[in-house]
């Protein structure tokens, strides 16, 4: 069999208008955006990917100073290549590697070579341990609405609905965006608790809204009403007051979405959190989060993957939750996002208060081509 080499690498920017604004304790999300990359075989196989964030600087990167790394190249070599592209990022740009493009090129590469050898990703990965998930819905953002009852009772709602179809729900705090505090994040939480009851899993989320002294009030609230993690207390780069907040605090921490590869060596080393959380779109790509898994893995640390992005991302993700063991869950974010449920023929969707994990060969995503288009940025 004469070798396959990657012919084409391209970038595709796609934007969405949301149904309405949202916030969260960093800012208020008007638009979604993601950047789709689209790896082309000699024998015609595509393979797809994704980057978080802006399309903007994202497509250039890809197209520019990371696709003539992987031109030419056997698809299937994608751990070599994705240390490749790591060192080309870094020599590149020396005080940052551009994670979110790598990830897209190297999910891409993952795509492809499941598809060439005929198996799902995840058997590459290391092997399916099940074929469907249990989901925990992201959502619950800050509406665009006056006065803090009006803010509280639409959250509520729309967490009492989630928790009755789906039993597990996540909630912002840092209401601080909307010039409150820490005391009335306490009491969203409250109120959300007492609507849903003892039984429904709630997570709770700051997105780094708090300082350390901010964090361990909130966090020791938290312990009394029953939180499965507190996640992103403090910002990424205080490790330590994560492991401070770990030390102190009986509820779970929770991290990860922010951080670099090598910065999860730090996480782990100083016991910083009790659920690892990288996303596969940001942390350059699946094979950099299945070594993140292991590391996880031997210090009993459970991972699961932070999840925001398209059908793509959701798909990845699903393939490297495939071969976690202990009981993942899976982040199913359900605030506006039409390139979740449009870009895919079949969208991802709870049955029984499951989601299936695609066992077709490669990521098992099959993009629409005709919202693809309608889509583009
Ligand atoms: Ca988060």
């Known amino acids: 069999m004469t070798e396959v080499t990657v012919d084409a690498v391209e970038a595709v920017g796609v934007r969405a208008p949301v149904d309405e604004p949202f916030g969260y304790s960093q800012a208020w999300v008007r638009e979604r955006t993601a950047t789709l990359v689209r790896v082309e075989a000699s024998d015609g196989t595509v393979g797809w990917g994704e980057c978080w964030g802006p399309v903007e600087g994202t497509v250039e990167t890809v197209e520019s100073v990371l696709a003539p790394h992987v031109v030419g190249e056997n698809p299937l070599d994608v751990e070599r290549l994705y240390d490749r592209l790591y060192d080309v990022g870094r020599a590149t740009y020396q005080t940052i590697v551009p994670l979110p493009a790598i990830s897209g090129v190297d999910v891409a590469l993952w795509d492809l070579a499941g598809k060439l050898q005929g198996v799902s990703t995840a058997t590459l990965l290391g092997g399916r341990r099940r074929e469907s998930v249990r989901p925990y819905v992201t959502g619950h953002y800050f509406k665009p609405v006056d006065g803090i009852e009006r803010q509280y009772d ?21 209401l601080e965006l909307l010039g409150y505090g820490p005391e009335e994040d306490v009491e969203l939480v409250r109120r959300v608790r007492e609507a849903v009851g003892p039984e429904t899993t709630v997570m709770v989320d700051a997105n780094y809204a708090y300082d350390r002294r901010d964090a361990r009030r909130v966090g020791r609230e938290l312990e009394s009403l ?38 999860f060596d730090r996480l782990f080393e100083a016991h ?12 350059g790509g699946l094979t950099p989060a299945r070594r993140i898994a292991r590391r996880a893995r031997d210090r009993g640390v459970p991972l699961v993957p932070h999840v925001w992005g398209t059908a793509v991302c959701l798909g990845a993700s699903l393939q490297l939750i495939a071969t976690l063991d202990g009981r993942p869950w899976l982040e199913f974010d359900r605030s ?39 889509y583009r940025a």
């Open 272 to 283: 910083a959190v009790d659920v690892a959380q990288p996303d596969v779109c940001i942390v």
């Open 226 to 263: 029953d939180v499965e993690w507190f996640e992103e207390p403090v910002r990424p780069e205080d490790v330590e007051g994560y492991a401070h907040l770990r030390e102190t605090l009986d509820v779970p921490v929770a991290g990860g979405e922010c951080h670099a590869p090598f910065e």
């Open 154 to 174: 639409r959250i509520v709602a729309e967490a009492r609905a989630n928790a009755d179809e789906l039993g597990a729900v996540k909630l912002k705090v840092g």
């Open 336 to 374: 506006s996002n039409p390139l979740r449920s449009a870009l895919a023929v079949e969208p991802f969707a709870a049955e029984d208060g499951r989601v299936s994990i695609p066992d077709a060969p490669g990521l098992g995503v099959e993009l629409d081509a005709e919202a693809l288009a309608r």
